[in-house]
């Protein structure tokens, strides 16, 4: 079974500083998408940024990037400069070649002014 | 823009009765998904759909049933609600053109209260 696990129910950061989100999954498949996804208050999912597991390459958008690490099956978001909008809850997911995600149970990140 | 719609924002139900949900996408794609999202549980699909009168059970189908009639509308129903499916339900489609990415378009949610 697919799995993808988020360790910090919650994260703190300072606004203008950097902070970083764990993500771990597990999976047998070779061919799979990862991504982090944004849910602020309003509810709506909001897709931040998206790494394909073949590319070696971590992915960048702006102020976010990730550190993807394919042999020790990691996938950690950092969000640079940070912003009070950027407080919201962010889940880690995998796809496959089902299309379906499976997600991790999510991290709630303040910003504090 | 792409667009997720979902019928209701805040449901309140009673126990035993009939709920359905409804999700429209305007994408003109064929997949479509209905997840649940608890606290500390993040979101579970329910049941998927490749294509009209097509659907398949995730992760959690138990309790729920699903209807494809139309490719735009894909409606999640439970039969008889019971206070343990008190959640928030998702519903959710891929953006055309780029299946490479296989990003999924959310719609805004349904939090649905059964009493």
């Known amino acids: 079974a697919q799995t993808v696990t988020q360790s910090q129910p919650e994260m703190s950061v300072q606004e203008a500083e950097t902070v970083t989100l764990s993500c771990t999954y597990d999976?047998?498949?070779?061919?799979?998408?990862l991504f982090w996804y944004k849910q602020p208050p309003s509810r709506q999912m909001i897709l931040v940024i998206r790494?394909?597991?073949?590319?070696?390459q971590n992915a960048t958008e702006n102020r976010f990037s990730v550190n993807f690490q394919k042999a020790a099956k990691s996938f950690s978001l950092k969000i640079s400069d940070s912003q009070l909008g950027d407080a919201a809850m962010y889940f880690c997911?995998?796809?496959?070649?089902?299309?379906?995600?499976?997600f991790g149970s999510g991290t709630r990140l303040l910003v504090r002014p | 823009d792409v667009k997720v719609t979902q019928s209701s924002r805040y449901l309140v139900k009673r126990t035993g009765e009939k709920v359905f949900l409804e999700c429209v996408q305007d994408?003109?794609?064929?997949?479509m998904f209905w997840y649940r999202q608890d606290p500390g549980l993040g979101l579970r699909l329910i049941y998927f759909?490749?294509?009209?009168?097509?659907?398949e059970k995730g992760d959690i189908p138990e309790g729920y049933s699903v209807s494809r009639e139309k490719k735009e509308r894909f409606s999640l129903i439970l039969e008889s609600a019971s206070t343990n499916q008190t959640s928030m339900y998702l519903c959710?489609?891929?953006?055309?053109?780029?299946?490479?990415?296989?990003?999924?378009?959310f719609g805004p949610g349904t939090r649905l209260t059964v009493l």
């Open positions: 997911a995998l796809m496959d070649s089902s299309y379906k995600l499976i």
């Open positions: 999976t047998s498949e070779s061919d799979y998408y």
């Open positions: 790494q394909e597991a073949y590319k070696q």
């Open positions: 994408m003109d794609h064929e997949n």
């Open positions: 759909s490749y294509d009209v009168k097509m659907k």
């Open positions: 959710a489609s891929p953006r055309p053109g780029d299946s490479s990415y296989n990003e999924q378009f």
